[in-house]
């Protein structure tokens, strides 16, 4: 399917690796060009070089730490400056600390803050007069976990209530500018970050890999893990015009796990 997305620029914050890189080559496959920011530089020219080997696009990447101030404008500067645009703007990037309550530290608080909630304000600030330019548009990848508290996810449930509340209320002055601005929430994709926390749910109960995975599931009410291709699958639509009438949406994509309204 044409999503009429070709020749498009886009910035993907976290895309050398799980959900972002997904995301990436799902807007490749279409014809975009990507400008890739995350911390590991080898990480981002491997995901880079595999993108441009794969797909007939421009791929250029910056090595940036997003919890500092200045990174999120230096970042939005090279890829208009490189593309002479920004269509679409995807904030990935963000992993949060997990645990019991009382062992989460401060620092775990503002690491969690810093990365996932005020990058995506910082770019979105920087990024808007370029998409405003191009009525171009904004996706938050957040997660279910702002929906429903859980006591273990302390960090990472208010963070992504947080990128809730921020997503519908810049999808506000989006209607303004011609700026669309959506969310995906996913729910349990297979990444890096789930076999962490099935490789903890198995060492906390003493059990193997297997039957942690099978009580994740059941605990979940799903029938399987997510793939971050349909993550990028959903992105690459609610960025292409048409997803057009879609405006402050906050789409779920979790297997059915979040029953509430």
Do not use: Y
Request: hydrophobic share 45%; with cysteine.
């Amino acid at each position: 399917m044409d999503l009429q997305l070709k020749g498009k620029a886009a910035l993907i914050t976290g895309g050398n690796r799980g959900i972002g890189a997904a995301i990436a080559a799902e807007l490749a496959r279409e014809g975009v060009n990507l400008c890739l920011v995350a911390r590991d530089q080898e990480l981002l020219e491997s995901t880079a070089a595999a993108l441009t080997a794969d797909f007939n696009i421009r791929v250029t990447t910056v090595a940036a730490d997003l919890r500092l101030p200045e990174s999120a404008a230096a970042a939005i500067a090279h890829a208009v400056k490189t593309f002479g645009k920004l269509d679409i703007l995807v904030n990935n990037a963000g992993a949060t600390a997990r645990g019991d309550f009382f062992t989460l530290s401060e620092q775990d608080w503002d690491d969690g803050f810093a990365l996932k909630f005020r990058a995506c304000v910082r770019m979105t600030r920087a990024a808007w007069p370029h998409l405003r330019d191009s009525k171009g548009t904004v996706l938050n990848i957040i997660g279910i976990g702002g929906w429903t508290a859980e006591s273990e996810f302390a960090i990472g449930g208010s963070v992504n209530a947080a990128l809730l509340h921020f997503t519908k209320a810049i999808a506000q002055i989006g209607q303004q500018d011609s700026v669309r601005v959506n969310a995906i929430n996913p729910g349990r994709i297979a990444t890096e970050r789930l076999t962490r926390n099935i490789n903890r749910i198995a060492a906390t109960q003493g059990i193997a890999v297997e039957p942690a995975q099978d009580a994740l599931l059941r605990a979940c009410r799903i029938t399987r893990f997510g793939e971050p291709s349909e993550i990028g699958q959903m992105a690459a639509f609610l960025a292409s015009p048409s997803a057009s009438f879609v405006q402050g949406a906050l789409v779920d994509v979790d297997g059915g796990e979040r029953r509430s309204i």
